[in-house]
Protein backbone atom coordinates (compact mmCIF):
# COMPACT_ATOMS: atom_id res chain seq x y z
CA UNK A 1 0.00 0.00 0.00
CA UNK A 2 2.71 2.38 0.85
CA UNK A 3 4.99 1.20 -2.24
CA UNK A 4 3.43 -0.07 -5.49
CA UNK A 5 3.34 -3.18 -6.45
CA UNK A 6 1.39 -6.08 -8.42
CA UNK A 7 -1.71 -5.36 -7.33
CA UNK A 8 -1.68 -1.51 -6.74
CA UNK A 9 -0.60 0.89 -9.17
CA UNK A 10 1.95 3.64 -9.35
CA UNK A 11 -0.89 6.34 -8.89
CA UNK A 12 -2.04 4.86 -6.13
CA UNK A 13 0.51 3.97 -3.81
CA UNK A 14 0.87 5.90 -0.58
CA UNK A 15 4.27 7.44 -1.45
CA UNK A 16 3.11 8.89 -4.93
CA UNK A 17 -0.40 10.81 -3.47
CA UNK A 18 1.85 12.03 -0.64
CA UNK A 19 4.58 13.62 -3.53
CA UNK A 20 1.29 14.78 -4.93
CA UNK A 21 -0.04 16.54 -1.81
CA UNK A 22 3.53 17.94 -0.89
CA UNK A 23 3.29 19.51 -4.76
CA UNK A 24 0.36 21.19 -3.13
CA UNK A 25 1.93 22.19 0.31
CA UNK A 26 3.46 25.14 -1.38
CA UNK A 27 1.70 27.39 1.03
CA UNK A 28 -0.05 26.20 4.09
CA UNK A 29 -3.79 24.69 3.73
CA UNK A 30 -6.26 23.05 5.91
CA UNK A 31 -7.11 18.99 5.68
CA UNK A 32 -9.81 20.20 3.58
CA UNK A 33 -8.60 22.56 1.25
CA UNK A 34 -5.82 19.47 0.23
CA UNK A 35 -8.54 16.98 -0.35
CA UNK A 36 -11.00 19.38 -2.67
CA UNK A 37 -7.65 20.41 -4.76
CA UNK A 38 -6.54 16.21 -5.20
CA UNK A 39 -10.20 15.56 -5.92
CA UNK A 40 -10.22 18.34 -8.67
CA UNK A 41 -6.73 17.14 -10.13
CA UNK A 42 -8.13 13.53 -10.29
CA UNK A 43 -10.97 14.66 -12.20
CA UNK A 44 -9.17 16.30 -15.03
CA UNK A 45 -6.43 13.83 -15.68
CA UNK A 46 -6.64 10.32 -15.98
CA UNK A 47 -5.24 9.55 -12.61
CA UNK A 48 -7.10 7.27 -10.72
CA UNK A 49 -9.37 8.56 -7.89
CA UNK A 50 -7.88 7.84 -4.24
CA UNK A 51 -10.65 7.25 -1.71
CA UNK A 52 -10.72 9.81 1.28
CA UNK A 53 -9.36 6.63 3.85
CA UNK A 54 -6.33 6.52 1.47
CA UNK A 55 -6.14 10.47 1.45
CA UNK A 56 -5.99 10.12 5.27
CA UNK A 57 -3.33 7.65 5.57
CA UNK A 58 -1.41 9.43 3.21
CA UNK A 59 -1.48 12.34 5.55
CA UNK A 60 -0.45 9.96 8.76
CA UNK A 61 2.31 8.43 6.58
CA UNK A 62 3.80 11.91 5.84
CA UNK A 63 3.53 12.95 9.03
CA UNK A 64 5.16 9.96 10.43
CA UNK A 65 8.12 10.19 8.20
CA UNK A 66 8.33 14.47 9.25
CA UNK A 67 7.56 15.61 5.95
CA UNK A 68 4.26 17.58 7.15
CA UNK A 69 3.25 19.53 10.30
CA UNK A 70 -0.12 20.79 11.61
CA UNK A 71 -0.42 24.08 13.59
CA UNK A 72 -3.80 25.13 14.51
CA UNK A 73 -5.55 23.11 11.79
CA UNK A 74 -3.56 24.41 8.78
CA UNK A 75 -0.88 21.86 7.24
CA UNK A 76 2.85 23.22 5.88
CA UNK A 77 5.60 21.69 4.87
CA UNK A 78 7.94 20.55 8.22
CA UNK A 79 10.80 23.18 7.93
Known sequence: M???????SQDRALLSVG???LQQL?????????WEEL?????KTAMPTIGYNSFILT???LYS???I?????????QS
Open 65 to 67: MNA
Open 39 to 43: SKTSC
Open 2 to 8: ILPSKHL
Open 26 to 34: QMPKTVSAI
Open 59 to 61: LDL
Open 69 to 77: EMEDGILSV
Open 19 to 21: AKI
